[in-house]
């Protein structure tokens, strides 16, 4: 650290009497230095803590609201931030059968769960295919998707509604129904994992396939236990992303409330009943689910960072 | 890069020329191999034996004669189902795929006798189509197998076995076999839905002709012209402002977030700052928790009677509520600030990644050249990050033309305007205003318009990256 910061910290002088050059070190220079970057840094921290306070506020803010008691106080928005008694009125809603949220609650867990596990082995036969594999037609699935990908998704909404419908699975088959949507496409989401494949080195394949084993033992035997990190990206991806979707969701279950997720129930209370008793509920409701996902997020973080960083690199 | 783009636009009608050219060359090619397979087929009737003969009429029957179960029954039942499905289902949709259904639904003393319903007619009259095309394929593979076991036969060898067969499929055809159902996904809940959309665009399907109780049918490019119309509080000059918006909007979300992430990015990487974690944890939240729940309570901190407004107003601050969501300018920049909010973690992790990549030593000569910390940034961090992550901000910007999320969580479209047709508000995106046309006011044909014209501008832009970034398409290079 402190040779770094001498270096530059040379002033040359050309000593004409002498007909030398000289370097000359300034002592208060490399003070001002050390001073110049001790301001830097503290203005940095100001910086970094207001930003955290922004990026923070709001979920502080949720799971104050949520303790806020519907029944002495106010359950709409009020014009006060802490609650003037903390209760778990709103929590305690939440596990009455009335309020449909268990409910909604596993739909959301089971779509979650299947997906994860069947999109999971979607993505990861795709993927290997296209980065392992030369066969023909292989550069033509590769335009497809890419071509498929740029159709904005909402657009076969009402088409796919009546395919669902064709096989009943809207309404009370919802849940089937969401799952298979999720799922049936999946296959096209394989860049991610196909640009990790691309990097394990293609010698492995070769030299198994040399002593005589087959694909499917290469993939099984040799790349699915090097390939870790993207197994759980991809887990963790699948298993996060129905939790999220209102638009199909809402679309399919369609007037049926045994056959919402949470985040149809949850906008629901938001937005089409009755704001004033339903805020601190949501409050409660989003804190009930932000949880789990939080946890597990940030325990599987470093797979998504490796995930979310090689994509961009690799585009 | 200005320069290349300046290339690329110079280039086009040479380029755009050329890939006709190719075009003609494929189309050529086509026709070409059509008639190599006919000559094909027709050889293989007149030189084959009885066995292969009949093949032509039933399917698999030669592989059955010549002791290839397996794939015999396979055919054969192939065909079966198809001979069932177009008798009995798909053949009728089909006869009347051309006009969408003549037969209207009438109600006569309370008992409803449905006629024709154009919905399903268009969706099996494609399905049909794929069938037919599929059989036509399965059935020239079936002539080929003949061909080929009748060569082997000849030259004294032995054909595979069902067993063989089933051995394949985890060696040499083993994509095949992991292909097989992602495939079919694809195609059942991509493909087949986006063709019945793309020609829902060329029909007049909307409220006031809704299946089963109405047909509709085909009405040309008309809904086209609906929708690039110009004048008036119509249809066309909405389209034109969405879409200004629309672009506006992907283009503050892309860079904004991008140079505001770098620089969060750069701050907490700094050499000497401390609980690096901490920070990148904190920022990380926002991705971590479902959108539906932050966003959805970001937009009531934001709303008139919101928390934001009212500690506002007791601070004495301001007088009346600031119009976040009420105001068509305010509301947009009120979503762009807060789409920043959202943005940045992710930049933040991706600027992490490629800031740790840049050589020390490249930093190291700068300083002795006695660079300071903005010229550093501007000769070594920014070229270094837009070099590698290039392609990444061209696909963020197609993302963000269709983050629909955002929008719709947030403002929902609105405010909503005198001005602008269909529903559309100012905040909305095409996306969500496609949306809106789908659910709200079943106007399918015009929303098919419209994502066809996303399809385009993205297409576009796609080309544009494609042709600019050689290692998007190097693709053997990287491996």
């Not at chain 1, 110049?36 to 203005?43: G, K, T």
């Not at chain 2, 592989?63 to 192939?78: E, K, N, P, T, V």
């Not at chain 2, 095309?133 to 060569?151: D, G, H, L, M, P």
Request: a positive charge; charged letters at 15%.
């Amino acid at each position: 650290m402190a040779k770094e910061d001498r270096i530059p910290e040379v002033d040359i002088v050309v000593d004409h009497k002498a007909g030398v050059i000289r370097e000359v070190h300034p002592p208060h220079k490399l003070r001002s230095r050390k001073g110049h970057e001790r301001r830097v840094n503290a203005s940095i921290y100001v910086v970094l803590t207001i930003i955290s306070i922004i990026w923070l506020a709001p979920f502080v803010f949720l799971v104050l609201q949520s303790f806020r008691s519907y029944i002495t106080e106010n359950g709409g928005m009020v014009s006060y931030l802490i609650p003037k008694q903390f209760s778990l009125d709103n929590y305690r809603f939440l596990f009455q059968p009335e309020s449909q949220y268990l409910r909604w609650y596993t739909n959301t867990l089971i779509i979650a769960l299947v997906c994860a596990v069947i999109q999971t082995i979607m993505v990861l036969s795709v993927s290997y295919v296209l980065s392992r594999m030369r066969f023909r037609g292989r550069r033509f699935i590769m335009n497809m998707i890419l071509v498929l990908g740029m159709f904005p998704g909402f657009l076969t909404m009402i088409a796919l509604y009546f395919l669902l419908k064709q096989l009943g699975l809207t309404q009370q088959g919802a849940i089937p129904g969401l799952i298979l949507i999720y799922v049936a496409s999946s296959g096209m989401g394989y860049y991610i994992s196909k640009g990790f494949f691309d990097t394990i080195p293609k010698s492995l394949d070769e030299s198994a396939r040399i002593d005589g084993a087959t694909r499917f033992y290469v993939f099984k035997r040799i790349i699915m236990p090097l390939s870790k990190p993207i197994v759980i990206y991809t887990i963790l991806m699948g298993f996060m992303g129905p939790w999220g979707d209102y638009v199909f969701a809402s679309y399919v279950a369609f007037g049926k409330s045994e056959s919402y997720n949470v985040a149809v129930g949850l906008f629901r209370w938001m937005n089409t009943r009755d704001l004033q008793g339903y805020f601190t509920r949501f409050c409660a409701g989003g804190v009930l689910v932000a949880i789990p996902i939080t946890i597990l997020f940030f325990i599987l973080q470093r797979y998504y960072v490796e995930g979310v960083t090689g994509g961009a690199v690799k585009g | 890069m200005a320069h290349k783009f300046a290339r690329f636009f110079i280039s086009l009608p040479g380029r755009l020329v050329r890939g006709l050219l190719t075009l003609v060359s494929w189309i050529g090619a086509f026709f070409k191999k059509i008639g190599s397979e006919i000559a094909d087929i027709v050889q293989t009737f007149v030189h084959g034996d009885w066995k292969t003969r009949v093949s032509y009429v039933v399917m698999g029957f030669g592989s059955f004669a010549r002791g290839q179960y397996l794939r015999g029954i396979l055919f054969f039942l192939f065909q079966l189902v198809f001979n069932l499905y177009i008798l009995f289902f798909g053949g009728s949709y089909l006869a009347k795929l051309g006009t969408l259904g003549t037969v209207q639904t009438t109600t006569k003393n309370r008992v409803t006798t449905y006629g024709d319903n154009s919905f399903l007619i268009l969706l099996y009259g494609i399905l049909t189509i794929f069938f037919i095309i599929a059989f036509i394929y399965t059935w020239r593979v079936n002539i080929k197998q003949n061909k080929i076991s009748e060569q082997i036969l000849k030259s004294g060898k032995k054909l595979q076995s069902a067993k063989d067969d089933l051995g394949a499929m985890a060696d040499s055809q083993f994509h095949k076999t992991l292909l097989a159902l992602p495939m079919l996904g694809i195609f059942m809940f991509t493909v087949l839905p986006i063709i019945f959309m793309v020609l829902v665009a060329f029909t007049n399907y909307d409220y006031s002709h809704q299946p089963p109780g109405k047909l509709f049918t085909w009405v040309g490019l008309s809904n086209f012209k609906t929708m690039l119309s110009v004048g008036g509080a119509n249809f066309g000059s909405t389209f034109s402002q969405v879409l200004l918006w629309t672009l506006i909007w992907a283009f503050f979300a892309t860079f904004l977030n991008y140079f505001l992430g770098m620089m969060v990015a750069i701050m907490i990487n700094k050499r000497g700052i401390k609980l690096k974690k901490m920070w990148r944890t904190i920022l990380v939240m926002t991705i971590a928790i479902p959108q539906f729940v932050s966003l959805l309570y970001v937009s009531k901190m934001f709303a008139a009677d919101g928390l934001i407004n009212t500690y506002l107003l007791k601070w004495g601050w301001i007088d009346k509520a600031l119009p976040f969501w009420t105001d068509g300018t305010w509301a947009r920049i009120t979503i762009i600030v807060i789409n920043i909010w959202i943005g940045i973690p992710y930049l933040m992790l991706i600027a992490t990644g490629i800031l740790m990549n840049i050589p020390a030593d490249l930093y190291e000569s700068a300083r002795i050249d006695g660079a300071n910390a903005m010229q550093t940034y501007a000769k070594i961090t920014l070229p270094y990050m837009l070099f590698v992550t290039g392609p990444y901000l061209l696909t963020s910007f197609i993302g963000n033309i269709n983050n629909f999320n955002v929008i719709f969580l947030l403002s929902g479209g609105g405010p909503l305007s005198m001005e602008l047709a269909g529903n559309a508000g100012y905040t909305d995106l095409l996306i969500t205003w496609l949306y809106k046309m789908t659910v709200n006011d079943t106007n399918y044909k015009l929303a098919a318009v419209i994502g066809i014209i996303v399809f385009i501008i993205t297409a576009v832009i796609n080309l544009t990256v494609y042709n600019l970034i050689p290692s998007v398409r190097n693709e053997e290079d990287f491996q």
